[in-house]
């Protein structure tokens, strides 16, 4: 289980990206009509029919200056429940720097404690240059890599109103001194029934890599509120050692009214 619980928050993170074209950083101007400074994502994580833990997506209220570029400063965080320590203990957090222009990471630092595994990281994205410093090693990545975390800010800038059932996308994002291209289909729209109301659905299937948590390549389902908003409402995995489910569970200060929801 281990990285599993921020996988499930941000695997479906790059949701209806087309793989990104070649050009110059610095042309690129992200309009942002999705979320703003302060809000705050709060779910649950089930596994199987115990309540397991408690994830955290926070957008802090002031911008941070990074190397000259003002940026949106997200912090998110995972644990598990008293209860549920004794069988897996979770205690991670991560943080991005995201340019507020281009929707990229300028920094992005994880502290990560889970089954006893400890891991902190550090790197510093040089965007212009296409490098990744992490933890002082130097890597070469493509045009407007992302982080785990600002995938997910920048997945929901992108407009969906177009997307037709069965297409297929991509973006690079760096992790564990590696680039990967993540792909994710788009599945159609629906609506969710959830304790705090019904919703209106976008449905989202990530490609993922079986063998290690997943048995097959289509296990791991995501649905997107249908709104300006466009956030994650419910996770479903099913994985090698049972299924796992995460749920938003409370949400502030949203930037958009929360259309999607029916009643």
């Known amino acids: 289980m281990k990285k599993l619980f921020f996988l499930l928050v941000f695997v479906f993170t790059s949701t209806g990206l087309a793989s990104l074209e070649a050009q110059q ?9 999705a979320f703003k400074e302060g809000e705050v994502l709060t779910f649950k994580l089930h596994y199987g029919f115990i309540n ?4 955290e997506l926070r957008v802090m209220e002031k911008p941070v200056n990074v190397r000259g570029k003002e940026c949106l400063h997200v912090v998110a965080t995972g644990r598990t429940i008293s209860s549920f320590d004794w069988f897996y203990k979770v205690r991670d957090r991560y943080e991005t720097y995201i340019d507020k222009q281009a929707m990229v990471p300028m920094k992005f630092v994880r502290d990560v404690y ?3 595994y400890v891991f902190k990281d550090n790197y510093f994205f040089d965007q212009q240059a296409n490098k990744v410093n992490a933890n002082g090693e130097f890597f070469e990545v493509p045009n407007y890599v992302q ?6 800010y920048y997945a929901r800038t992108v407009d969906f109103r ?3 059932k069965g297409d297929t996308f991509e973006v690079p994002m760096f992790m564990d001194k590696e680039t990967h291209n993540f792909k994710f289909r788009f599945m159609g729209r629906s609506t969710l029934q959830l304790d ?7 449905i989202f299937m990530p490609v993922v890599m079986k063998g290690r948590v997943f048995k097959n390549e289509e ?4 649905y997107v509120s249908d709104d300006d908003n466009k956030i994650p409402l ?30």
């Open 162 to 164: 177009n997307a037709r």
């Open 114 to 116: 889970e089954g006893g």
């Open 52 to 55: 397991a833990g408690i994830g």
């Open 219 to 222: 296990d791991l389902t995501v």
């Open 234 to 263: 419910q996770i479903k995995a099913n994985i090698l050692i049972g299924a796992v489910k995460m749920t938003l569970t409370d949400y502030s200060g949203l930037r958009n009214p929360m259309s999607s929801k029916i009643q």
């Open 147 to 152: 982080d785990i975390v600002s995938s997910f």
């Open 25 to 33: 950083y610095a042309v690129r101007s992200i309009q942002n009509k």
């Open 196 to 202: 705090k109301g019904k919703f209106n659905v976008m």
